[in-house]
C-alpha cells in the first residue's frame, strides 16, 4: 500500500526567503508520479509541480522545485523568494503505476505561513 | 485556461437525506474522479471514472455512493441517505490521461453540510 507523509504540520518563512516543505513516501511500485498541489484559504486544490519516477532530473516550474532523492523515497518541495501570497496548506501526493491506476493518494499538508 | 466546475459550493442537508453533487469536467478530459476533504484532514480519494464506469474506488465508497455521468459534460456524485460524517468538502477532478505528467485538474469543491 502506498503511504505519503508529511511531517511538518506547519512552517514559517520570511517573505523573500526559500522554504522546503518534507514529503516521503512508501512504494513497492517501481513507476509512480508525485505531485504536490496547493490549497489557500478559500479551499481550491492548484496543482503545483511534478515528478516522476523515472524522471533524470528535478522538476522545477518557476519559483517552485522539486528535491526528488529517490533512494530515500523523498520528493520535497522547495519554494524560493516566497511571497505573502504563498501561505496556504500544501499537500503531496502520489500515483502509482503507469497505466490504468487513477487514484491518488494524499499526505496530510504543510500550512505554510509566509511573515512580512 | 479550462477548468472544473462544481455545484452548488455549498449543499446543506439534513441527515437521511440523498444529495447530489454536479461537477463539469475540463471538456477534453476522459478521466473523472471524486475526493473528500473532511474538515482539517488530507484530502482522500473516493473513486475514479472512465468509459462510463467506475475504474477505482476506496473503501470509503461504500453502497451509499454512486457516480453518474448522465450526458456529456456532467459527472455526478450521488449520496443515497446522509450520515453525519459525511460533511465534507468534495472535491471532483478530471485528467486527460492517467500516466505521466498528467495532473488532475481540481474544481473548487461543494461543502457539504449534514446537520
Known amino acids: 500500500a502506498q503511504k505519503i507523509t508529511q511531517t511538518q504540520p506547519g512552517m514559517f518563512v520570511q517573505e523573500k526567503e526559500a522554504v522546503t516543505l518534507d514529503c516521503t513516501y512508501d512504494t513497492s511500485d517501481p513507476s509512480y508520479g508525485l505531485f504536490w498541489y496547493k490549497q489557500p484559504s478559500s479551499g481550491e486544490m492548484i496543482f503545483l509541480i511534478y515528478q516522476g519516477s523515472y524522471d533524470q532530473q528535478n522538476a522545477t516550474e518557476g519559483r517552485y522545485s522539486l528535491n526528488f532523492q529517490k533512494a530515500r523515497k523523498s520528493a520535497n518541495l522547495v519554494i524560493s523568494a516566497s511571497q505573502l501570497g504563498d501561505s496556504a496548506m500544501y499537500f503531496c501526493a502520489m500515483r502509482e503505476g503507469r497505466f490504468g491506476n487513477n487514484d491518488m493518494r494524499f499526505g496530510a499538508g504543510t500550512r505554510l505561513t509566509v511573515k512580512p | 485556461e479550462p477548468e472544473v466546475t462544481q455545484t452548488p459550493s455549498h449543499q446543506v442537508t439534513q441527515m437521511g437525506q440523498e444529495v447530489i453533487l454536479r461537477c463539469v469536467p475540463i471538456?477534453?478530459?476522459?478521466?473523472f474522479y471524486w475526493y473528500r476533504q473532511i474538515l482539517g484532514q488530507k484530502v482522500e480519494f473516493l473513486v475514479s471514472f472512465y468509459n462510463n464506469e467506475i475504474s477505482e474506488k476506496s473503501e470509503i465508497f461504500d453502497d451509499q455512493f454512486s457516480v453518474e455521468r448522465p450526458d456529456g459534460s456532467n459527472f455526478t456524485l450521488k449520496i443515497r441517505s446522509t450520515k453525519l460524517e459525511d460533511s465534507a468538502m468534495y472535491f471532483c477532478?478530471?485528467?486527460?490521461?492517467?500516466?505521466?505528467?498528467?495532473?488532475?485538474?481540481f474544481g473548487d469543491g461543494t461543502r457539504l453540510s449534514i446537520l
Open positions: 477532478a478530471s485528467s486527460a490521461e492517467t500516466m505521466g505528467n498528467q495532473p488532475q485538474h
Open positions: 471538456s477534453n478530459h476522459l478521466y
